[in-house]
């Protein structure tokens, strides 16, 4: 079986000449969550807008065994939904609703089927009535999870989260896990939330310049202070034995 | 962040929010006109403005809210006021005239601007034949007008907390900056919300806004 998605040796280097990816190698199966985490800089949210296929770089990226170029770009690219780290790049129409459907009707589909992937968008992220708001007057919890749904009405095949938590307080972080944890579909989550790696995901990848350091259980990942250390993380607390007060 | 959006008071339920948008638009661009083109007395001047102070009673718009509009526009037109005698061979009255007419025609503006939801505006206008181009910029500014604002207030916010005593000069020489900044930054915000656009299928031949 094919994996879902799939980066063979990718390379992308910025026009100005820094590296961001050298060589990147990982694999996302079907139906499964995966995080990867990594210093600033490490090279994250360039292979989420790699995956996006808003970049191109050297090197294979494959999504169900297609393998991404700039000819099939766009059509590969609505089946990966990217949740940006900032909801306010995300919403950009005047009310939630608008934005909800705004990728369906691109995609074509008719006015019922659009109505429908919206109404069951919204209901997946619990913000049901909020068609008629305006984005603006969203608290961040609520952009994050309008930002969701305006991906998950895509109806994609595998969501992609950069930093879920930025700007959220510990209930709204809270309800996002949960939602997370809710939907059935294969997820990549990066950025630097360790605990939210801990519970949400199956499978944890370590990158730092550019390329892939470790991939393996997030509990045995985030345990090893010398590799979480070498690689400018730290142990989550939940899993430290002694529970010093300064680290 | 505080926050005041054009179209605040536009979900209010009074006989002139419930006239159709379309009625509205058109009534509004027959006022514009008829003030802008139509002579003049002092007279009709007292009229119209009555008129229009019975409209936002009507509408149910704060007294507060629309002198706040009115104050945004009132320093240009007091300018063009004192510039049209002093440069141009008309009377004060001449002058005078245009001022009211002027005046009118913001206080239609406010009238017409605070009954309608944008979004609707937008729609009608579109319906109405305006160019897509148009109908998508309008949009994007109604959307992240504010961000911009948040954005800048938090620069400012930055510079103050770092210059306890500053002179008028050193604000204005930091504010100019803090405009070049902000440009910038909505620049890249701009690119990042392009690839957005993109991500959900966007082409900007084909997708409608």
Same mark, same amino acid.
């Given at each position: ?247 | ?35 802008? @083109? ?61 001022? @009211? ?6 206080? @239609? ?101």
């Amino acid at each position: 079986m094919t994996s879902l998605i799939e980066f063979e040796n990718y390379t992308y280097r910025y026009p100005d000449g820094t590296t961001a990816l050298s060589g990147f190698t990982m694999n996302v199966e079907q139906r499964e969550r995966v995080g990867i985490v990594g210093p600033n800089g490490a090279g994250k949210t360039t292979a989420l807008l790699a995956l996006s296929g808003l970049i191109f770089g050297e090197g294979t990226i494959r999504i169900d065994g297609e393998t991404l170029q700039k000819k099939n770009g766009r059509q590969l690219r609505s089946r990966v939904g990217l949740v940006f780290q900032n909801p306010d790049d995300q919403l950009f129409m005047p009310t939630v609703y608008e934005d909800v459907v705004f990728g369906p009707k691109n995609l074509g589909w008719n006015a019922a089927q659009v109505d429908k992937a919206a109404k069951e968008a919204l209901d997946a992220v619990e913000l049901p009535g909020y068609e008629q708001k305006s984005s603006h007057h969203l608290s961040s919890g609520e952009k994050k999870r309008v930002a969701i749904a305006t991906v998950l009405a895509m109806q994609p095949d595998i969501l992609v989260l950069d930093e879920p938590t930025t700007n959220l307080d510990p209930h709204a972080r809270r309800r996002l896990m949960q939602l997370l944890a809710s939907l059935e579909i294969s997820t990549i989550i990066a950025g630097h939330d360790l605990e939210l790696i801990l519970e949400l995901c199956t499978r944890a990848v370590i990158i730092n310049n550019g390329a892939v350091i470790k991939t393996g259980e997030p509990k045995e990942l985030f345990q090893d202070k010398l590799l979480m250390e070498e690689n400018y993380l730290e142990v989550p607390y939940s899993l430290r034995k002694v529970r010093e007060d300064v680290y | 962040m505080r926050h005041s959006f054009i179209d605040k008071y536009s979900d209010l339920t009074t006989p002139i929010h419930a006239l159709h948008p379309r009625v509205k638009l058109l009534v509004f661009l027959a006022l514009l006109f008829y003030f802008a @083109a139509v002579p003049i007395t002092w007279w009709i001047v007292g009229l119209n403005v009555l008129g229009l102070t019975l409209g936002t009673l009507i509408a149910r718009l704060p007294f507060r809210f629309v002198l706040k509009r009115m104050m945004i526009v009132l320093p240009f037109l007091v300018l063009i006021i004192l510039f049209i005698p002093l440069f141009q061979e008309q009377s004060w009255t001449d002058a005078g005239i245009t001022a @009211a007419r002027a005046f009118c025609s913001i206080l @239609a503006l406010i009238l017409f601007m605070s009954t309608i939801p944008f979004r609707v505006l937008l729609d009608e206008l579109s319906r109405l034949g305006v160019p897509k181009f148009v109908i998508q910029v309008f949009s994007f500014i109604y959307r992240y007008f504010f961000v911009l604002i948040d954005e800048l207030e938090r620069m400012e916010l930055a510079s103050r907390a770092r210059t306890p005593n500053r002179s008028r000069k050193h604000y204005y020489t930091a504010l100019s900056r803090m405009l070049g900044m902000l440009i910038i930054r909505s620049y890249e915000r701009s690119e990042r919300i392009y690839q957005a656009m993109q991500l959900r299928g966007y082409d900007w031949e084909e997708s409608e806004v």
